[in-house]
């Protein structure tokens, strides 16, 4: 049997039943991406579906979408590690696009900055994701406008950030621990469809409170950060070199 070469890119995509998105979502992943699947629990089948459809399948047992997301990285053995949903709301055609800057070495992390489509993103929601990045943009200087799910970096770099939450608080968490570290943040802009299926967190008022409280905590940690240590640290404590970069 010929052994399949070593994929570039991992793709986490944490799962809780998404069965309906899973057959959209795995055929859009690009060749040379190797999709991983984190089931969280599913009680619709999407683990064994996301078999059949040639993902790799991980099992996360505890609960939480940081459980989920950091169980996929620790599963990644590619050089550079792709995050995004499984619910059929980003596009993971766009991954090529979001990885350039880090393949290009000219950023350490690239979000995604959702372009809203009608009835993909619930008013409180945005109001929730806009006031967090005006305080993200106050605490730290960087230019952000969308804690997106979609994002990328290298995975060596990742794991060596000690990533801790395994709630809603982990994308926070990364975003805030890159930039203690003074890794250069960029973002790109990539459309946001309505999901496939119910929204377990933003779709509701009790979700999106949930995640708001999660993401408090890291808040809380990065103006402890800001207060014991300079935003902008030496040269040799992130993974590249360089000032801040800034999406298209």
């Not at 939450?165 to 946001?192: C, N, Q, T």
């Not at 967190?201 to 409280?213: I, K």
């Amino acid at each position: 049997m010929r052994e399949e070469p070593l994929a570039r890119v991992d793709v986490v995509l944490p799962c809780l039943d998404e069965r309906g998105a899973l057959p959209w979502v795995l055929s859009r992943i690009p060749a040379g991406y190797r999709p991983i699947v984190v089931d969280n629990g599913s009680c619709d089948g999407s683990a064994e579906l996301a078999l059949e459809l040639g993902a790799f399948v991980v099992r996360e047992d505890r609960h939480g979408f940081g459980a989920a997301a950091h169980a996929g990285l620790l599963a990644a053995t590619a050089d550079y590690v792709a995050f995004c949903d499984c619910d059929g709301s980003l596009d993971p055609a766009m991954l090529p696009a979001l990885l350039a800057p880090v393949m290009e070495g000219t950023a350490d992390l690239v979000l995604c900055r959702r372009r809203p489509q009608r009835g993909s993103w619930p008013v409180h929601a945005r109001v929730a994701n806009a006031v967090l990045a005006w305080w993200l943009r106050r605490l730290t200087g960087e230019s952000v406008s969308d804690l997106g799910p979609m994002r990328a970096a290298r995975r060596a770099e990742l794991v060596s950030l000690g990533l801790e939450d395994r709630r809603s608080g982990y994308a926070l968490e990364m975003f805030v621990k890159a930039s203690l570290r003074g890794w250069r943040i960029a973002e790109i802009p990539v459309a946001y469809a309505p999901r496939t299926g119910r929204s377990k967190v933003t779709g509701t008022l009790r979700g999106t409170v949930t995640a708001v409280l999660d993401m408090y905590v890291q808040l809380i940690a990065l103006s402890r950060g800001l207060r014991s240590r300079p935003l902008l640290s030496s040269p040799q404590s992130g993974p590249a070199r360089g000032g801040r970069a800034t999406g298209n």
